[in-house]
């Protein structure tokens, strides 16, 4: 363990005009125009015997393919190691259709394969930037989110990590916030940040020079306490999530030069639950085959995928999924989850975890979907029995969220320096 170094770089990954966006499966036709441009930010960190990086970017989701292939080819142009690579995405419901989902339209792969490549790209220019830095972590309240379950598990805490260059000034300001950013409506076809894009120009245009890197916290069943629907709220709630961040920033001392890293992963396997038999499954199809543009409905097109696996008695599978850990020093961990993770799971996470500062990510390495509590599957509704279907094919066994508390959990435990 030697002096802390660290890299950010900002790389533009907004789309064309016309590509197909994804988060609201009302919508029925192509973007129209880009509001505010999307980027991918990574931060690399250096202690002299380990590094890693943290990406995030703007967009709903990738594929784990699209990860495979991110890594790879950081990792053959910077020699980082594939698996120390830590990739989330804000989950926007404005960006561009960037993984299989079903009823958002086509996906353009020829633009999949460039955005791999530039979010691959903007690793390799944080590792080329490399310096020495000094870090310290805090937490703010930013009250912008509400249960849209109308249950009262919330969280508003608002994680902050400062990298400082040596002279002082902040090279990134890292934020971790839970709120599905959805303030834009369905029936608004502008590519968005939606507010975590607010909020880190407001950092980035405070502390001249820095990066503001927002990862979104656990927010499964968490939305925006939106008084309305449109760029002026996201603009609003934005500023008071960017704000609260500049002012834990501005009070945070105790800043540290020689921390050492740690990453793990795990590659855990979830039970699924078996989907309808194939006469049932022959029911949706033949009805939804009515309808005027039917491959834009995702229950009709998942009725159809799930018919072919049904038919040969295949009702339910194994679904793989990667959880990863990484910890700066014994007082910031991470914890990437690739999914949309109901609140309570990473409030028992932040709990339990011996690290001071604790931050649950969704939508990290992917996405499989929503990952609900036990008692939300006993309840139904939206996340737990229909969401998947845009996902994939089989949905989640009801112990998804103690599998991955215990998870995290135990590599949380297992890099703590005590």
Known sequence: MGQLKAGVSKVDITPYVGIWLCGFAARQKPSENIHDNLYAKAIVFDDGNENLCMVTCDLLT???????????????????RAENIFISTTHTHSGPLSSHLRGFGP????????????????VA??????????????????????????KTAIDRELGVVRVNRSDGN??????????????????????????????????????????????????????????????NEVKRLGTIVGAE????????????????????????ILKSQEIPTADQLQEIVNAGSKMEN???????????????????????????????????????AFAGIPGEVFVEIGLVIKEKSPFKFTFPIECTNGCIGYMPTRTAFDE??????????????????????????????????NVYIS
Request: aromatic share 8%; net charge negative; with cysteine.
């Open 62 to 80: 990738l594929d784990q393919s699209s990860i495979e292939n991110i890594r790879k080819i950081a990792q053959n142009i910077t020699g980082l």
């Open 107 to 122: 996906l353009d792969h020829a633009w999949v394969d460039i955005l791999e490549k530039k979010i691959a790209g903007a």
């Open 125 to 150: 220019l944080a590792q080329r930037n490399l310096q020495d830095v000094t870090i310290s972590a805090g937490k703010g309240q930013a009250f912008i989110n509400m249960n849209r379950r109308g």
């Open 170 to 231: 902040p090279l990134a300001i890292i934020m971790t916030y839970p709120c599905h950013p959805v303030i834009v409506p369905w029936n608004v076809y502008s590519i968005s940040a939606d507010y975590p894009g607010v909020a880190s120009s407001l950092i980035e245009e405070y502390y001249n020079g820095a990066i503001g890197l927002f990862f979104t916290g656990t927010c499964g069943d968490i939305n925006p306490l939106a008084v309305c629907r449109d760029f």
């Open 245 to 268: 961040a500049l002012r834990v920033s501005e009070e945070l001392t105790n800043f540290s030069s020689e921390i050492e890293l740690k990453a793990t992963k795990e590659n855990l």
């Open 294 to 332: 039917p491959d834009l409905d995702w229950q009709y097109v998942w009725a159809k995928d799930a018919l072919e696996l049904a038919n040969v008695g295949k009702l339910s599978d194994d679904i793989p999924i990667e959880i990863q850990v990484l910890a700066l020093g014994n007082e910031i």
């Open 380 to 413: 139904g509704g939206y996340e737990p029995a229909l969401a998947f279907k845009l996902f994939g094919i089989y949905p989640m066994d009801i112990d998804v969220g103690e599998k991955v508390i215990d998870s995290a959990l135990k590599m949380i435990n």
